[in-house]
Nanobody, 122 residues
Framework: QVQLVESGGGLVQAGGSLRLSCAASGSIFSIEDMGWYRQAPGKQRDMVAAITNGGSTNYTDSVKGRFTISRDNAKNTVYLQMNSLKSEDTADYYC????????????????WGQGTQVTVSS
């Protein structure tokens, strides 16, 4: 009933840029926190960046100054601008959203996108 669809991954050379997008659709009353996570082969999924519905942001230390998370609340979309990419940024990137589905409940459902692959060649 709620879908998160990601786009924008691909292959890029070290030092290059990519922009990821994630659009939420379906039975949505409001979207609270949104974020991007990544998972490299053989490793756990870790938070990369997060943004509240008020626009406050948080980043993991390794991407500070290189990545920027933003959102368009009118489009239910979150973005991740990735600059100065490094080989260690290579991973599958997942969008996450905490969503209220009705006005009558404050419960926030946790949704994930299907993942988009980012490969940075050195």
């Amino acid at each position: 009933q709620v879908q998160l669809v990601e786009s924008g991954g691909g292959l890029v050379q070290a030092g290059g840029s990519l922009r990821l997008s994630c659009a939420a659709s379906g039975s949505i009353f409001s979207i609270e926190d949104m974020g991007w996570y990544r998972q490299a082969p053989g490793k756990q999924r870790d938070m990369v960046a997060a943004i509240t519905n008020g626009g406050s942001t948080n980043y993991t230390d390794s991407v500070k100054g290189r990545f920027t998370i933003s959102r368009d609340n009118a489009k239910n979309t979150v973005y991740l601008q990735m600059n100065s990419l490094k080989s260690e940024d290579t991973a599958d990137y997942y969008c996450n959203a905490k969503i209220r589905r009705t006005r009558w409940s404050s419960y926030r459902y946790d949704y994930w996108g299907q993942g988009t692959q980012v490969t940075v060649s050195s």
